[in-house]
């Protein structure tokens, strides 16, 4: 199973959510805007993946590093409970400063992490992003940009916390890439 099945699933399942003249469609502020990033998810509702389309996302999930050590039921629940999404490069998809509402983990593309206007980071497919905010409460501690397009699936913050609270494996998964971040960005707390 290539890695782009799974991002073209998820484009597939996209194509079309915006019509050209959608002011969602187009963030022309880069990762300025504070809270452009959303409007792909909250703007229109993704059509639901099918059953082949959720077997292939757990089988790409399932070989990515951070939630490759996952149960498979774990997997399974998350992307029940995801988004997908397609953003253009030079889209925000988290902004520092807000507060957390989505967790996404990167199926194809590269992505930006900045701090002020600092490029601390460049990210790409199996990464995930917006997990350090949701599992602190804390409002965002860097902003996220795509560099090229991304596909990603977006998981609800409203969702994703009780998740974590009755799948401890994925709470383990997404804890453990907390930790690594917050350690070479300087931030780790003692938990």
């Not at 290539?2 to 484009?11: C, G, K, N, P, Q």
């Not at 019509?19 to 229109?44: E, M």
């Not at 957390?100 to 199926?107: E, G, P, S």
């Not at 602190?136 to 996220?144: C, D, K, P, Q, Y």
């Amino acid at each position: 199973m290539s890695r782009s099945v799974a991002a073209h699933t998820v484009e597939r399942a996209v194509d079309g959510m915006f019509s050209n003249d959608d002011p969602y469609r187009q963030n022309p502020s880069g990762r300025d805007a504070k809270f452009a990033g959303y409007a792909p998810l909250v703007r229109q509702k993704a059509p639901k993946l099918t059953r082949n389309d959720r077997k292939q996302l757990l089988e790409e999930l399932s070989s990515h590093a951070v939630l490759g050590g996952c149960e498979r039921d774990d997997l399974a629940a998350l992307i029940k409970e995801s988004e997908p999404c397609s953003l253009p490069a030079g889209w925000a998809m988290i902004a520092e400063g807000t507060p957390a509402d989505f967790c996404y983990a990167i199926l194809k593309g590269r992505a930006g992490i900045y701090r002020g206007d600092q490029l601390i980071a460049e990210i790409g497919p199996g990464a995930l992003v917006g997990e350090m905010a949701v599992l602190t409460g804390e409002l965002r501690s860097a902003t996220v940009t795509t560099l090229s397009r991304v596909s990603a699936l977006g998981v609800p913050n409203v969702k994703l916390v009780p998740m974590l609270r009755q799948r401890p494996g994925l709470a383990r998964a997404l804890r453990h890439q907390y930790e690594e971040r917050a350690a070479a960005s300087g931030r780790h707390r003692a938990s």
